[in-house]
């Protein structure tokens, strides 16, 4: 089944440890992105790419990087996480970049830091 | 700054028709989506807006104010399947979408 694919599901994670976080999809998209959504808070992009190769810092990028180097996968790292970092996170594709198409989410990844 | 509203919560009845509202002020306005997002899972489109006016898919609807800078989704024949989040999301001028913090809505039988 065509999709996006978020690894892992959910993770406990000390705070000041290195974490990526994987994404995958199969669709074909060239524009892919992270989000994190907290209670009471509407999505909230940490960064995006509009095609493999080059990526872009979203409203709330700081201490998140992330890399592109192939249309399929967009994983995002967590240098040394931070309590504040605890958060759902979804990754999400769409056809181009910019425009009026949809996004497709995958099913998230629970982190908490401690 | 940029904001999106849109009720916290609501509640309706099996079989009824409710309607849920989003305000945005943007820099800029390049269409409007809603999403649809159960409890514990991923958000899934649900409608696009770009004109003035209402779409209708099935037993929802979508209307679009520009002027206004006003949009509700309208869902009809109203499913316990029904209950989850509702997403208002703005592509402002930089084509960045903008997310509202979602309405939760309650079906009861």
């Known amino acids: 089944i065509a999709g996006i694919t978020q690894a892992p599901t959910s993770q406990i994670l000390a705070a000041g440890r290195r974490m990526t976080l994987r994404c995958t999809q199969d669709?074909?998209?060239?524009?892919m992105y992270w989000y994190r959504q907290d209670l009471g808070l509407g999505l909230r992009l940490i960064h995006y790419?509009?095609?493999?190769?080059?990526?872009g810092k979203g409203e709330v990028p700081d201490g998140y990087s992330v890399s592109r180097a192939n249309t399929d996968d967009f994983p995002l790292t967590l240098a040394s996480a931070v309590p504040s970092q605890t958060s759902v996170y979804f990754c999400?594709?769409?056809?181009?970049?910019?425009?009026?198409?949809?996004?497709?989410f995958g099913d998230g990844t629970r982190l908490s830091i401690l | 700054g940029q904001n999106i509203d849109q009720p916290t919560e609501m509640t309706a009845t099996e079989g009824a028709i409710v309607q849920i509202n989003c305000t945005y002020q943007?820099?800029?306005?390049?269409?409007l989506f809603w999403y649809q997002q159960h409890a514990g899972e991923a958000p899934t489109f649900l409608s696009y807006?770009?004109l003035d006016g209402l779409e209708e898919k099935g037993r929802f609807s979508s209307f679009l104010s520009r002027s206004k800078g006003y949009s509700y989704l309208l869902l009809k024949e109203l499913q316990m399947k029904d209950s989850a989040s509702y997403l208002c999301?703005?592509?402002?001028?930089?084509?960045?979408?903008?997310w509202g913090a979602g309405t939760k809505l309650i079906i009861k039988p």
């Open positions: 999400a594709s769409s056809e181009s970049g910019g425009g009026n198409q949809p996004q497709h």
């Open positions: 669709m074909r998209h060239n524009a």
């Open positions: 790419s509009n095609t493999a190769g080059t990526t």
């Open positions: 943007t820099s800029g306005f390049n269409g």
């Open positions: 807006n770009v």
């Open positions: 999301a703005v592509l402002d001028s930089n084509y960045q979408l903008i």
